[in-house]
């Protein structure tokens, strides 16, 4: 079964960090370009962050220099580091790949950055 299952978010405190995975199965994540979304609280769905298959990264500005994606090849894992968390980066985040013709999606896990 093809699949990718996010975990790893909660409740943090502004200025806190989260490290959220995505580990997929059926697939090898290193042969894919994958991505990281968000969704906020009556927000449309965001692309905030990619990994290409060579391990090149891309962020949005909002994010640059606070979170850091990674991945592990030997775990079929990919990582997202949030640090400095704020709280408008409270929102269900979701990993995603395009295998062939269909548009992989994880369950989500919700972050939510409040004092």
């Known amino acids: 079964q093809v699949q990718l299952v996010e975990s790893g978010g909660g409740l943090v405190q502004p200025g806190g960090s989260l490290r959220l995975s995505c580990t997929a199965s059926g697939i090898n994540i290193s042969e894919y370009t994958m991505h990281w979304y968000r969704q906020g609280p009556e927000k449309q769905r965001e692309l905030f962050a990619n990994?290409?298959?060579?391990?090149?990264?891309y962020y949005l500005d909002s994010v640059k220099g606070r979170f850091t994606l990674s991945r592990d090849n030997a775990k079929n894992t990919m990582y997202l580091q949030m640090n400095d968390l704020k709280p408008e980066d409270t929102a269900v985040y979701y990993c995603n790949t395009v295998w062939g013709a269909r548009d992989l999606w994880g369950q989500g896990t919700q972050v939510t950055v409040s004092s």
């Open positions: 990994i290409f298959s060579d391990g090149v990264t």
